[in-house]
């Protein structure tokens, strides 16, 4: 359990977020736990819309995608895909839900979101094509200003999740931090600074005050 002053800290930070997100034209909440954003974001999705996520541990840890896969007809799951050909169709199908989930890799105080990408497909979906973007994070991707989410991103986040694949040839997965590197297979292929939510409300920010993901 969080003590007490951690958790004053926590809703108090994730209020202000909210408010900086809200200004930008997000959809914004706050939740202490991810327990409660998760039956707030299922009462969002429709079972009669499709719905598709990107690659996300924060989803994973608490159990959002399983729900989604257990419950929702309509779910795109890439996870599925038996060869590289199906994995990449599922991906492009995602482009086209009616709803996609993700986490983000960093959220600056003013209300910025900070994602680096591999393939793209995840920062694609998010600026366009799907009606409905949710985008679910820990308290702990909370930084001071762009340029230290852009910072996070890329110097932390994106080795972590070197790590995570496995199967990458960066210096990050041999160093543990960022090189800057022009690899093959680079997972700092694209980064994406959303600013703003164009609609407004399309995208839905859900900010929970527990460490999750990277």
């Not at 900086?20 to 954003?37: D, I, M, P, Q, V």
């Not at 990050?172 to 980064?191: F, L, V």
Request: net charge positive; hydrophobic share 35%.
């Amino acid at each position: 359990m969080l003590n007490t002053s951690l958790e004053k800290r926590n809703d108090l930070l994730g209020t202000h977020v909210v408010k900086s997100l809200k200004n930008r034209h997000f959809e914004a909440y706050y939740y202490k736990t991810s327990g409660e954003a998760i039956e707030k974001i299922l009462t969002i999705l429709s079972r009669r819309e499709s719905v598709s996520w990107g690659g996300s541990t924060t989803l994973e840890e608490i159990g959002l995608t399983k729900r989604i896969r257990e419950e929702y007809e309509m779910a795109v799951d890439r996870d599925k895909a038996t060869t590289i050909a199906d994995r990449y169709e599922a991906m492009q199908k995602a482009f086209f839900c009616d709803n996609y989930l993700t986490s983000v890799n960093a959220i600056s105080e003013d209300g910025q979101l900070v994602n680096v990408d591999g393939n793209g497909n995840r920062v694609a979906a998010m600026a366009f094509g799907p009606k409905r973007v949710i985008v679910v994070a820990g308290i702990n991707k909370v930084v001071k200003t762009l340029d230290d989410a852009i910072t996070r991103a890329r110097t932390y986040a994106s080795p972590v999740n070197a790590q995570r694949t496995g199967n990458i040839k960066t210096p990050c997965m041999s160093t543990g931090t960022c090189e800057d590197c022009k690899s093959a297979d680079c997972i700092c292929t694209y980064i994406v600074t959303t600013r703003i939510s164009r609609p407004q409300g399309r995208i839905n920010v859900f900010l929970i005050g527990e460490t999750l993901g990277f």
